[in-house]
């Protein structure tokens, strides 16, 4: 894909604020983006029904639909919450006000794995450890999903978030100062404190106070919640790191 920055939207002498919020795969983003639709309306929020159905053309996945948006939609565009990585802010041209959510990785992983089980019909009576199995999906949808996200850079961006990419202290390290440039980082399990910090930050009006009715622990083995652990270690490390970063400063920088 190219990665050369394109037009800026309009002629406009003074950019409005926009807001990318990079969403993390089964971390709480989609109750996200209902807040963020609500608050801001359909034609300010990216991705909406104009960019393409959700399953067939996947707006909300794929930085080449968004590029080609951009032209036509960026001007009123005032938030970007999809499946892209943190770099797609590098493509647009214009600033951005960054915000993301991260979740603790075992229970991440078997969110997803739940999630994919009731999502595909085919492989509903598979066990939780055979859809982790699979190669393809543990390859560009779970292994260190979180560093994924936070360390592609335009360059290597090759497929969005199912880039496959070499896992180094390197990218870790990426990913972790990356995560410190985020202007609202915020955790799953801290979701309404987050946009409270949110709404008095920008002036939005995003937090619910209501009882989250959890699904409960899936019954799963000890020894998948130890692969998956293993297996995610960094993850498990940007993720203690974004812990140790919201004590530090608070949900915002």
């Known amino acids: ?74 001007a009123d565009i005032r938030v970007m919450i999809g499946h892209l990585p943190l770099c797609t802010t590098e493509l647009l041209g214009v600033p951005f006000t960054t915000l993301t959510m ?23 009576d598979l066990s939780l450890d055979q859809i982790y199995d699979d ?24 497929a969005d978030m199912l880039t496959p990419v070499e896992f180094t202290p390197e990218r870790l390290a990426r990913a972790k100062a990356n995560l410190e440039q985020i202007d609202a980082v915020g955790t799953q399990d801290h979701l309404e404190d987050f946009c409270e910090a949110i709404d008095a930050a920008y002036g939005w009006h995003i937090a619910r106070r209501v009882n989250h009715k959890g699904a409960g622990k899936p019954k799963v083995s000890r020894s998948l919640r ?25 949900f915002l920088r």
């Open 226 to 250: 130890k692969r998956i652990a293993r297996d995610n270690a960094d993850d498990i490390e940007l993720y203690d790191h974004a812990v140790e970063l919201i004590h530090r400063r608070g």
């Open 135 to 158: 190669k393809v999906r543990f390859d560009t949808l779970i292994h260190n999903h979180m560093v994924k996200m936070l360390s592609l850079t335009p360059d290597e961006m090759t």
């Open 1 to 74: 894909m190219s990665t050369s920055a394109v037009a800026r939207p309009g002629d406009l002498a003074v950019e409005p604020q926009r807001f990318f919020f990079v969403h993390m795969l089964k971390t709480g983003g989609t109750a996200m983006f209902l807040r963020l639709r609500e608050h801001f309306g359909e034609d300010a929020v990216y991705p909406n029904a104009s960019d393409g159905d959700v399953m067939t053309v996947a707006p909300q996945f794929v930085t080449a639909t968004l590029l080609e948006r951009w032209p036509e939609r960026g």
């Open 102 to 124: 991260l979740r603790e990785p075992v229970a991440r992983t078997l969110s997803f794995l739940q999630f994919h089980r009731k999502l595909i019909p085919a492989d509903a």
